[in-house]
């Protein structure tokens, strides 16, 4: 199986800057996207910005410029670098990663890490 533990949330001020961690352990044979999802109070879960093998991100519109995806494929970790921070961007933060697993058998896999609050403060 493959785990995901997610560090980096917290409390900051509007316009601060918080950045969060997830890595990757486990039967990993490959990973093919790395990502961020959102899910604010009362609100669906977003996907908020993607990294893929091929080195392409994608970000929704709402944090794009703001926010910066990056991977460090020997150490299987994604990092959501997020600056600016605005009010509504206080959400639980879930690192996605897919891929596949090599144990018991080579087969795909899609795993989530628990969350991680982020909450900006006025």
């Known amino acids: 199986q493959v785990q995901l533990v997610e560090s980096g949330g917290g409390v900051v001020q509007a316009g601060g800057s918080l950045r969060l961690s997830c890595a990757a352990t486990?039967?990993?044979?490959?990973?093919?996207?790395m990502g961020w999802y959102r899910q604010a109070p009362g609100k669906q879960r977003e996907l908020t910005a993607s990294?893929?093998?091929?080195?392409?991100?994608t970000y929704a519109d709402s944090v794009r410029g703001r926010f910066t995806i990056s991977r460090d494929n020997a150490k299987n970790t994604v990092y959501l670098q997020m600056n600016g921070l605005k009010l509504e961007d206080t959400a639980v933060y879930y690192c996605?990663?897919?891929?596949?697993?090599?144990?018991?058998?080579?087969?795909?896999?899609?795993?989530w890490g628990q969350g991680t609050q982020v909450t900006v403060s006025s």
């Open positions: 996605n990663v897919v891929g596949l697993e090599k144990a018991p058998m080579v087969r795909p896999y899609n795993a």
């Open positions: 990294s893929f093998t091929d080195g392409r991100t």
């Open positions: 486990g039967s990993i044979f490959n990973i093919n996207v």
